[in-house]
């Protein structure tokens, strides 16, 4: 399933703080890209949040792995997530041109 995860800082996020991990969780990260898990990745402009489109069996297990950030561990910072389906006027808009969905297109989605 796709699935939308957004970071967001915790009140324990110093600079100094996510520095002394970083290069973990660059590690981590290429690795979740690697295997197929991180689709899309994109940060805010400040380096403060990321948003990623996931591919995973479900939420909680992309979350099981994302619990295995260097980051998340130490507690600077938190992902929410968010299951996603394709939206409506997309599927209509193949259909009416006679054209094949994108390849992203959630596999589970409905009209």
Do not use: C, N
């Not at 100094?16 to 940060?43: H, K, N, T, W």
């Not at 968010?82 to 390849?103: D, F, N, Q, S, Y």
């Amino acid at each position: 399933m796709r699935i939308f995860a957004t970071s967001r800082p915790t009140a324990a996020a110093t600079p100094d703080a996510l520095m002394a991990e970083m290069e973990a969780e660059v590690e981590a990260g290429q690795s979740f890209y690697a295997d197929g898990l991180i689709v899309e990745a994109y940060m805010d402009p400040a380096y403060e949040r990321t948003f990623m489109i996931l591919e995973a069996e479900s939420v909680a297990a992309a979350k099981a792995v994302f619990d295995t950030y260097p980051h998340v561990r130490a507690g600077l910072i938190a992902f929410e997530f968010t299951p996603l389906i394709g939206m409506p006027a997309v599927r209509r808009h193949h259909e009416a041109k006679g054209t094949a969905l994108p390849a992203w297109w959630p596999p589970e989605s409905v009209s």
